[in-house]
């Protein structure tokens, strides 16, 4: 079930406990690093939710996982090629369509406005033909602005039972707390990184900080002076930036193995570190900043 998702086995298990039992949210939080398969994870589901392939397959004898989505019947195909009628991705190309932009218009957007959530809405409203469910899909839910999230908490509360939600960010902090409060979450690990051949000292530095744990601000900082100075032939940067790629590598298997909210917060906030060491702030800084806060 949900074979197309690669990589993502506590989300793909949630999702098909989901389907399996029936009991489906009305809105969902797909949220992970960017590259984690999250958009297409949101496809494959709104393509298991109506797929007409699923009474077939579990006519077969013995048939303990159907193959769902069947990825054959007119639904799925549908989806497949883009054309569903009743399956919405928002993202900024249908936008500047919805919205009638021009291409100048098209290129500068950075974020989704209350036109586009209204259309939405229109869409969930009108009757459905051929779904069971209309599956309404935010790809980047950290762009609404303010005024387009107030629309869609609106749009939430008072959509259509028909109506299936899924909102996929990168960034859920940045998403209404009240919005991200209705939606049931579902947490991406980030894909697979491969270590450099000569990490091995920053890998037993990542180990012996998050096994033994600085267990103070002041611990966290000699380890913060520790990592930086760790090769001297690699320079600080580069350094640093080994560092946090074993933190980021054990934090996710962590996370895959056992995920709470507070391990996917942790990651975050070293994905964030390291953004900024590739914006060229200093290495010390950036580990000074976010370390404390893996305590
Ligand atoms: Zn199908």
Known sequence: MLEKIKGQKKAVQQLAADLESGRLAESYLFAGPEGAGKKLAALEFAKAVNCSGVMRDSLIPDSTTPNIPCGECSSC?????????????????????????????????????????????????????????????????????????NALLKALEESPRQCLWILVTKSPERVLMTIRSRCRRVWFSPPEIVLDEDASAAEKLASEFLERGAQS???????????????????????????????????????????????????????????????????????????????
């Open 77 to 149: 195909q549908k989806v497949d090629s883009g054309t569903h009628p009743e399956i919405f991705v928002l993202d900024f190309k249908s936008q500047s369509e919805l919205l009638d932009l021009n291409s100048e218009q098209e290129i500068k957007q950075k974020e989704y406005r209350i036109g586009s959530i209204r259309s939405l809405l229109e869409k969930a409203h009108l009757s459905s033909y051929e779904t069971r469910k209309k599956v309404l899909i935010i790809d980047g839910a950290e762009c609404l602005n303010l005024e387009a999230g």
């Open 217 to 295: 601000v002041s611990g966290a900082l000699e380890m913060s002076a520790r990592a930086v100075a760790l090769d001297k032939k690699l320079g600080t940067r580069k350094a640093a930036e080994q560092f946090l790629k074993c933190l980021a590598i054990k934090m996710s298997s962590d996370l895959r193995e056992n995920p709470t909210n507070m391990k996917a917060e942790k990651l975050l906030n070293i994905i964030q570190a390291q953004e900024g060491l590739s914006k060229n702030l200093s290495p010390q800084i950036v580990l000074d900043s976010v370390l404390p806060s893996l305590l």
